[in-house]
């Protein structure tokens, strides 16, 4: 792998481009690999680079049905954020946070993280003490964030206005350090460096079942022929429970479409990141100058990848009383993703009823923020069986009610 | 958009009048149940990708609950029936057999 810097660039420039080599390489299936994922999502990519470059274990197979980093990972509004109420969730998401600061240099690949700042307007008297309430939890958890004033949400965001009379803006949840990164930098940075260590990115090859011996998974099949491993993680998002089902065991989990929309671009007018979680509806800048816009899940189990115009519709309304300048933006592109929501809508990380198999899913409408630290998270579990990170996030905390409540946290899903 | 044809009301209501009320004919385990049995009442759902038996309420309609066969891959709707029963009736059935034969569920209780 060649390394990226502004010298290459230079000289690249002196002989017209032609020097720049694949980002990653395509092979063909090994017989065999000490450790093979499932999914070439950012969260998979991500456990595949920490198991390498943590725990040296670099015999690795990221296997993916469709194209690397075109599920989940390239279908999200890119916000990073670690203001979550619960020990377990702060700890993870803070993590991944802290690893999003310097991860284009580790990754030599500019993920363009932009820790612009995360708002998350309170426009209830019942969001005012939650979100006091989670401001008090991080500062004994140490991630920094803060409560403030209508007047600093103004001067943060000028654009929006905080005295609506169905919406007013009553204060706002702060995070200095959240922001928003790349999507698809971050899976083809991962996939990159993944590459670079040896291991095989193996697209366009979707499992077909999950071969096991005396208990312990021993390999897969897949459209490309069988596969042997010691261990197996399953990195899949919304067809979790598919993957479960060919490893024999089930999962808490139910798949529901959530949708994105872009608008148009426009001028700068908007650098902070906003949720505005009572009208549900959150929106930030791009850098090309679109305004990009999420809202709430549909309420019904889906696997199509496109979701019900009318939650578009409910979105934008609220979000137009809110900002009443993007009121005559054109909407460019919506899209839609398949989620994997649990019972508490927090993720499970966790061992499985299969010796020798992991399941990493769960993440619901919230991962792309926690990519560094599930990934981290997840190759500690893999490598050594146990890891602080994902100790609470395991698949039989519903059975023992331990559950890690952020539905009830954020107001909503996140 | 989806939709659905009301059993009780008779309107083809589409989902704008509707709420999702999730999975069908879950088997209520309370006290006295096994940890088993109560924890995959709570939380284990078919999730399948493909026919799903679902609870439907015509919320700014009638205001009843029904249910609906309807495929999770495709969107297709199978049909719709009463709430007033424990699995699909036999027509609901036959329909979904013509368009995916070998279609199973958990058992019925």
């Not at chain 1, 194209?67 to 990972?73: A, D, E, P, R, Y």
């Amino acid at each position: 792998m060649k390394h990226y810097s502004a010298f290459a660039v230079a000289r690249e420039a002196l002989r017209y481009h032609t020097g720049w080599e694949r980002a990653w390489r395509s092979p063909e299936p090994k017989k065999r690999y000490d450790a093979i994922i499932v999914g070439a999502g950012g969260h998979g990519l991500a456990t595949a680079y920490y198991l390498g470059k943590n725990y040296g274990i670099q015999n690795v197979a990221v296997i993916e049905k469709g194209w690397l980093g075109g599920g989940n990972t390239g279908r999200n509004t890119t916000i990073i954020r670690s203001n979550y109420l619960q020990d377990p969730s702060a700890a993870i998401y803070e993590k991944a946070r802290s690893l999003y600061e310097d991860l284009s240099q580790d990754l030599n690949y500019n993920v363009m993280f932009s820790p612009r700042g995360v708002m998350m307007l309170a426009q209830t008297q019942h969001e005012i003490r939650g979100y006091q309430r989670t401001a008090h939890a991080n500062a004994l958890q140490g991630v920094q964030t803060e409560w403030i004033a209508p007047e600093r949400v103004k001067e943060l965001v000028p654009i929006i206005n905080i005295d609506g009379p169905r919406y007013p803006v009553l204060g706002a949840l702060w995070q200095e350090r959240g922001g928003t990164a790349r999507h698809d930098a971050v899976a083809w940075g991962y996939a990159r460096a993944c590459s670079a260590m040896g291991m095989d990115i193996i697209q366009q090859c979707e499992v077909t079942g999950v071969r096991q011996d005396n208990g312990r998974v021993v390999g897969v099949d897949t459209t490309k022929g069988a596969i042997d491993c010691d261990k197996l993680g399953i990195v899949v998002a919304g067809h979790s429970g598919q993957l479960a089902e060919m490893g024999g065991f089930r999962l808490p989990l139910e798949a529901i479409a959530l949708q994105a929309l872009v608008s148009e671009p426009i001028k700068p007018c908007m650098d902070v990141v906003v949720m505005a979680n009572t009208v549900h509806g959150y929106m930030s800048q791009s850098d090309k100058g679109e305004m990009v816009i999420g809202g709430g899940t549909d309420g019904f189990n889906n696997y199509t990848q496109r979701g019900s115009f009318h939650h578009i519709e409910e979105t934008v309304r609220a979000l137009v009383e809110t900002f009443p300048m993007i009121s005559r933006l054109k909407m460019l592109r919506q899209w839609g993703g398949i989620v994997d929501m649990t019972g508490d809508r927090s993720p499970i990380l966790s061992k499985t009823p299969l010796g020798g198999c992991f399941i990493n899913c769960g993440w619901g409408t919230g991962g792309f923020k926690a990519i560094p630290g599930s990934g981290w998270g997840m190759a500690q579990l893999m490598a050594t069986g146990h890891s602080p990170l994902t100790e609470a996030f395991t698949l039989d905390r519903f059975k023992e009610g331990r559950f890690i409540d952020e539905s009830v946290a954020a107001g909503v899903a996140h | 958009m989806l939709i659905l044809n009301c059993p009780y009301c008779g309107v083809d209501a589409e989902e704008t009048e509707l709420s999702a009320g999730g999975e069908a004919h879950l088997k209520r385990y309370g006290p006295g149940a096994s940890d088993e049995d109560f924890h995959d009442y709570l939380f284990m759902r078919e999730n399948p990708k493909d026919v799903h038996l679902e609870r439907w309420r015509h919320s700014n309609g009638c205001g009843k609950w029904f249910h609906a066969a309807r495929c999770t891959r495709t969107l297709e709707v199978f049909g719709t029936y009463s709430a007033q029963v424990y699995e699909p009736p036999q027509e609901i059935k036959d329909a979904i057999s013509a368009k995916r034969p070998g279609w199973t569920w958990r058992d019925f209780s």
